[in-house]
C-alpha cells in the first residue's frame, strides 16, 4: 500500500530538483546584442547591467575585445590603448611582420578591412559569434582572410570560459618572419606600483617566463573594483603550430604566445592554417592545480 505514495515522493523530489537546478542555471543565462551601427557586439549575463565581454569589430580597423569584465561584472580586465603602448587594444591578434607588413603596431584602415561580424549561436548559456577580416598590403589588396570564432560560457563555479579559433587564409605565399612577439596579445589594465603577477605551467613567474616556452600562463593583478584579484588564464593547445609556444612576457605585463619566436613560418597561397586558444577568467587567487586540471580537459 505505501509504494504508489513513494512514487509520488520520489516524483515530487524529482520535480524539486529539476525545479532548484533550472533556477540555478537561469542565473546563468547570456545574450549576445548586435549592434550593427556601432561595430559591436555586447554580450550580457544575466543580474549584471553591464556587458560582460564587447568584440568591437569597426569596418575599417582591427578587431579586438574590449572590456572583458570580471565574472561579477565589478571590474575590468582589459585595457585599451594605454599610454605605454598604445597600439594595444585589449585581446586582439595581430602579426608583426607578414611578408614586411606589421598588423601588430598598424590597427586601421589600410591594414584591416573588415568583411563580416556575425553572432553564430544565441541561446540561454553558450554564446558563438564571429569576425572576419581582410588584412591587406600596400596595395590594399587581401592578402589574409582572417576568420576569429568566439565562445563563451560561464562554469558552474561562476568562473567565465572563452574559446577562440583563429584561422588565416592565404591569398599569395606568406611568410611571418621571426620576431619575439606577434599573434595573439593580451592588454590588462597594469600601472606601476599594483600588485601583478604571471606564472606560467613550467613554474615561471614574471619576467623569467619571457621567451619560453609554456602550455599555459595565467595572469592576474590589482583591479579598480574588485577586491580580489583580477586573472586572465591563456591556454595554447597541442594542435598549434609550435606548440608549446613560446610567450611574450613584457614589462609591464602585457603577454602572448608568439609561434615567430621560433623561427620564421609560412602559409602556401590557398592553404588556412588554424590556432585555438582558451581563456580562463576569474576573481581571486591562483590555484595552480586548478588550471592544469582545465587545461587537461580541455585539450583531450
Not at 598590403?137 to 576569429?148: C, R, V
Not at 605565399?173 to 596579445?185: E, M, P, S, V
Not at 577586491?227 to 606548440?243: M, R, S, W, Y
Amino acid at each position: 500500500m505505501n509504494a504508489p505514495k513513494n512514487k509520488v515522493t520520489m516524483t515530487l523530489i524529482i520535480v524539486l530538483c529539476l525545479m532548484i537546478n533550472g533556477s540555478t542555471q537561469a542565473k546563468e543565462i547570456l545574450k549576445a546584442i548586435h549592434d550593427k551601427e556601432a561595430g559591436k557586439i555586447r554580450i550580457y549575463r544575466d543580474g549584471i547591467p553591464d556587458p560582460i565581454v564587447t568584440q568591437n569589430a569597426k569596418v575599417n580597423f582591427r578587431p579586438y575585445i574590449d572590456p572583458i569584465k570580471s565574472p561579477s561584472g565589478k571590474g575590468e580586465l582589459t585595457q585599451y590603448s594605454p599610454g605605454h603602448h598604445k597600439h594595444q587594444t585589449g585581446l586582439y591578434w595581430g602579426f608583426t611582420r607578414v611578408n614586411g607588413r606589421d598588423y601588430f603596431h598598424n590597427a586601421r584602415g589600410d591594414y584591416w578591412r573588415r568583411k563580416s561580424l556575425q553572432v553564430l549561436k544565441n541561446d540561454k548559456g553558450k554564446i558563438r559569434w564571429q569576425t572576419e577580416y581582410l588584412m591587406l598590403n600596400k596595395d590594399a589588396q587581401p592578402l589574409i582572410t582572417e576568420t576569429q570564432t568566439w565562445k563563451i560560457t560561464i562554469r558552474e563555479d561562476g568562473k567565465m570560459v572563452m574559446d577562440l579559433k583563429w584561422q588565416g587564409l592565404a591569398h599569395e605565399n606568406i611568410t611571418i618572419a621571426k620576431y619575439n612577439y606577434g599573434g595573439l596579445f593580451l592588454r590588462m589594465p597594469w600601472k606601476k606600483g599594483i600588485k601583478a603577477r604571471v606564472i606560467n605551467s613550467e613554474g615561471d613567474i614574471n619576467q623569467k617566463g619571457e621567451g619560453k616556452r609554456a602550455k599555459w600562463i595565467d595572469l592576474g593583478m590589482e583591479i579598480q573594483g574588485l577586491t580580489n584579484e583580477g586573472h586572465i588564464a591563456i591556454f595554447d593547445h597541442p594542435k598549434n603550430d609550435g606548440f608549446p609556444n613560446m610567450w611574450r612576457i613584457d614589462g609591464q605585463f602585457g603577454v602572448g604566445p608568439a609561434r615567430a619566436r621560433s623561427g620564421s613560418w609560412k602559409i602556401e597561397k590557398g592553404k588556412t592554417k588554424s590556432f585555438l586558444h582558451r581563456f580562463l577568467i576569474y576573481e581571486g587567487e591562483h590555484i595552480n592545480e586548478e588550471i592544469m586540471e582545465v587545461w587537461d580537459a580541455w585539450n583531450q
